[in-house]
Every structure is written in C-alpha cells, then in structure tokens.
C-alpha cells in the first residue's frame, strides 16, 4: 500500500468515518479508508459527496493490535470512528502509539477520556505524538466555549451546558447505553467527585423552554480541565430535545442495579445492544442542518468576575466530520507544541479551531462579559 496516504480513516463503514471522508476531501487530504469490511467500507465511499476528486485508497483490516500496526506504520494520524470506544478503542491506541501516529478519536465517554489521560499520556509523549479523544462536536466544540471565558483572568469555574437535537446512529445509542453503567465525575474543588448516579436537573432553553437534563456520561470537560492550575471547578449538563433519551438512561441505570451490573461483558454487550437498536434500529439518514441543531452555553466565573460564552452549531456529525479532518490536516503538517494527551483546544487552539467551524457555517459563538 502506498505511504502517499498520510490519513487513516478507521470506521470508514460507520456514519460518522464517512463525513470524515468528506471533510479530508474537502480539505484535499489524501487518506486510507479503513474498517473490518471492504464490501461495507466501498459503500460507504461511494457515498461521499465528490468522491470522484479525492485521493483515497482501501483497506480491509483486522481488529487486532498487530493488523492495526501494521496499516498504521508510515502513516502520520489515525481518525478512529469506531465506537463505543470503552469496547474497541484499546487495539487502536496501542496500534497508534506502536507505529507513532497522531491519534483522533470521536468518544463522548469520560471513562474512556480518563483512561487515555491515565495510561497514554506518558508513551505518547515518549514517541512525540499526540493523542485526542472527544475530537468532535461533544466535546470539541463547547470546549471552546468554555475556552474563551478562560481568557477572562480570574475565571476558575465553568457551569456548561448542552442542548442537541440529534439523529443517534446504531453505535452513538450503543455508546451513550455503555456510558450509563460507568463511573462519572464532575470537577468540585480540584476534586473529581463521583456522580452518585444519573443525575438529572432542568435546563431552560434561551427561549425559555424546559428541558430534563442529565450529566450525561459525565462529558469530557471535567478530565481535561483537571489539569488546569486555572480551573477550580467543572460540570456539564446535557439535554436532548427527545426527552425520551435521559428516561432511557435512567431506565437503563435501574436494570443496571438490579440484575445486568452481575452479567459479563460478553454476555451483556448483545444484551445492550438490543437495547439500543430501541433509540437508533439502523443507520439513520444523512443529518439536516436545518433540524439538527445545538446549544452550548458556558458560564464562566471567579469571585469577582463572571462571563458567558453561547454557541449555536448544526449538523454534529458533520461538525465531528470536520473537526476530525482539519486535526488530521493540521498533525499532518505541523510541529505540534505539546505532546501526549491533549484535548482538541489544546492541540489544535480554540481560536482557530472555532475559525474553521464558522468559516462552513458550522457554528457561531457570542463571548459577553456579564460582571
Ligand atoms: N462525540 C461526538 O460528538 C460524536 C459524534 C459522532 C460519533 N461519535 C461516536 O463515534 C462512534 C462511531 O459512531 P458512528 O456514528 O460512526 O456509528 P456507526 O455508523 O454505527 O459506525 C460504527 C463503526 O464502527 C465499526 N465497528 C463496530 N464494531 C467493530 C469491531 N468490533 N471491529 C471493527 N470495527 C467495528 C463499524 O464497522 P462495520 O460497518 O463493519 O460494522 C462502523 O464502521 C460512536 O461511539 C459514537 O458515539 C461521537
């Protein structure tokens, strides 16, 4: 196989590998679309909107570390898609860290964000590569938000919130039925505490609508932002405009006490995923931009300070699709500054990643001082 294809796209039969697809073609990245069936993976390709003028080639892979190593070596990044990363995302990053490219993940799984940042961040650092999870609209884009009231000095607490209308594909429902039945923490203090459970509040809609909220797996937010000397304390709220997602978790929280915390993986991943094919039973269609839309807000404050950043976005799994192609784009070429385990903000800068999101119309953002 040719090493002129610096970019694997791993999941490239998945929803979200193919908008990946879409954006490094857009982008004018050549890349590998990879997965573990060619038949599904040209499908998908032939899928992409231009495909015809993008540099690509295929490969049918399998899901073991040294498969993985082998497809990675002489490439420069990895854009892993395949979910829920708590399952299948191990293989990928050894692979990655063995064959010394950048790695990019979509996970919206705070363990799985813990994890990376407890086991990764050192043999990343020692082979000069960075490692990225959450590069995608949960949690890549309120980052920003969040980021920009950073910039405010004295701010030392984020109060976050989400508001989404999305379509979950077959392994986003997996993945959010996964995240249940791991711990979650929010940042209080400098302390990650534990969630006692799923925890729900309402969350009123700029338009005055109420919505309930959960926390959502936890969100990537509290991980990284425990690293900062800046940040005291640290907590997301998620609602759904589809109410029935949080009964869900809620639902699934109760089962889990009860009887399915005793079952092994192996026998209540089929179990889980029946249940998930109840919120997404197949491949969903292509998002609209016109429906599937975001809120994120984030209040920054200190003690005498407070500001608030507001962003509507659209489209999360095209954003993931772009924000996942211009962090290969960019790995590709630059010298990154840091090393190891990074978020997307962090990597790539929160100025220029929210640039390219406003340059596709994918989000806009408001930053107001408030005290
Ligand atoms: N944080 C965010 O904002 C965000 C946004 C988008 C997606 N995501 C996450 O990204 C992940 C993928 O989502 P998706 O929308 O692409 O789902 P999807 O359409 O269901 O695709 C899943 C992909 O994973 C592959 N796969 C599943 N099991 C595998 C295994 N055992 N070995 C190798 N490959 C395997 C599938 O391959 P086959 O086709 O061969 O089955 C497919 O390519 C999910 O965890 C989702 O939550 C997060």
């Given at each position: 196989?040719?090493?002129?294809?610096?970019?694997?796209v791993?999941?490239?039969?998945?929803?979200?590998?193919?908008?990946v697809?879409?954006?490094?073609?857009?982008?004018?990245?050549?890349?590998?679309?990879a997965?573990r069936?060619?038949?599904?993976?040209?499908?998908?390709?032939?899928?992409?909107?231009?495909?015809?003028s993008?540099?690509?080639?295929?490969?049918?892979?399998?899901?073991?570390?040294?498969?993985?190593?082998?497809?990675?070596?002489?490439?420069?990044?990895?854009?892993?898609?395949?979910?829920?990363?708590?399952?299948?995302?191990?293989?990928v990053?050894e692979?990655?860290?063995?064959?010394?490219?950048?790695y990019?993940d979509t996970?919206?799984?705070?363990?799985?964000?813990a994890?990376?940042?407890?086991?990764?961040?050192e043999?990343?650092?020692?082979?000069?590569?960075?490692?990225?999870?959450?590069?995608?609209?949960?949690?890549?884009?309120?980052?920003?938000?969040?980021?920009?009231?950073?910039?405010?000095?004295?701010?030392?607490?984020?109060?976050?919130?989400?508001?989404?209308e999305?379509?979950?594909?077959?392994?986003?429902a997996?993945?959010?039925?996964?995240?249940v039945?791991?711990?979650s923490a929010?940042?209080?203090?400098?302390?990650?505490?534990?969630y006692?459970?799923?925890?729900?509040?309402?969350?009123?809609?700029?338009?005055?609508?109420?919505?309930?909220?959960?926390?959502w797996?936890?969100?990537?937010?509290?991980?990284?932002?425990?690293?900062?000397?800046?940040?005291?304390?640290?907590?997301?709220?998620?609602?759904?405009?589809?109410q029935?997602?949080y009964?869900k978790?809620?639902?699934?929280?109760?089962?889990?006490?009860?009887?399915?915390?005793?079952?092994?993986?192996?026998?209540?991943?089929?179990?889980?995923?029946?249940?998930?094919?109840?919120?997404?039973?197949?491949?969903?269609?292509?998002?609209?931009?016109?429906v599937?839309?975001?809120?994120?807000?984030?209040?920054?404050?200190g003690?005498?300070?407070?500001?608030?950043?507001?962003?509507i976005?659209?489209?999360?799994?095209y954003?993931?699709?772009?924000?996942q192609?211009y962090?290969?784009?960019r790995?590709?070429k630059?010298?990154?500054?840091?090393?190891?385990?990074?978020?997307?903000?962090?990597?790539?800068?929160?100025?220029?990643?929210?640039?390219?999101?406003?340059?596709?119309g994918?989000?806009?953002?408001?930053v107001?001082?408030?005290?």
């Amino acid at each position: 196989m040719s090493k002129d294809f610096p970019v694997v796209v791993y999941g490239a039969s998945g929803y979200t590998g193919r908008l990946v697809m879409e954006h490094l073609r857009e982008l004018g990245v050549p890349f590998i679309a990879a997965g573990r069936n060619r038949e599904k993976i040209e499908k998908s390709v032939a899928m992409v909107p231009g495909i015809e003028s993008a540099r690509f080639e295929i490969a049918a892979v399998e899901h073991t570390v040294e498969a993985l190593t082998e497809l990675l070596s002489g490439r420069k990044v990895v854009c892993n898609t395949v979910g829920p990363f708590n399952r299948f995302g191990r293989e990928v990053v050894e692979a990655a860290c063995n064959a010394r490219v950048h790695y990019l993940d979509t996970t919206g799984e705070q363990h799985w964000v813990a994890e990376l940042m407890r086991d990764w961040d050192e043999r990343f650092k020692a082979v000069d590569r960075l490692i990225i999870p959450s590069a995608s609209y949960m949690y890549g884009v309120s980052e920003i938000g969040a980021r920009f009231c950073l910039e405010t000095p004295g701010v030392d607490s984020l109060d976050m919130t989400g508001i989404a209308e999305a379509v979950p594909t077959v392994a986003s429902a997996q993945t959010i039925l996964d995240a249940v039945r791991q711990p979650s923490a929010y940042l209080k203090n400098r302390e990650l505490i534990r969630y006692a459970g799923v925890e729900t509040c309402d969350l009123t809609t700029p338009s005055g609508r109420v919505l309930r909220a959960s926390q959502w797996g936890g969100t990537s937010h509290p991980i990284w932002f425990s690293r900062d000397g800046r940040v005291r304390n640290c907590k997301m709220m998620v609602a759904m405009w589809n109410q029935e997602l949080y009964k869900k978790e809620l639902e699934l929280e109760r089962a889990n006490k009860v009887s399915l915390q005793w079952i092994p993986d192996a026998a209540l991943y089929p179990m889980m995923d029946a249940m998930a094919t109840s919120i997404a039973p197949a491949t969903p269609p292509r998002e609209s931009r016109y429906v599937h839309r975001a809120i994120d807000v984030c209040v920054g404050s200190g003690s005498t300070v407070m500001v608030k950043s507001t962003m509507i976005s659209n489209g999360g799994y095209y954003t993931t699709g772009l924000v996942q192609a211009y962090g290969a784009m960019r790995l590709c070429k630059d010298r990154p500054s840091v090393t190891g385990f990074a978020s997307p903000c962090e990597a790539l800068d929160h100025k220029q990643l929210m640039g390219v999101l406003e340059s596709y119309g994918y989000c806009a953002i408001k930053v107001e001082r408030l005290v």
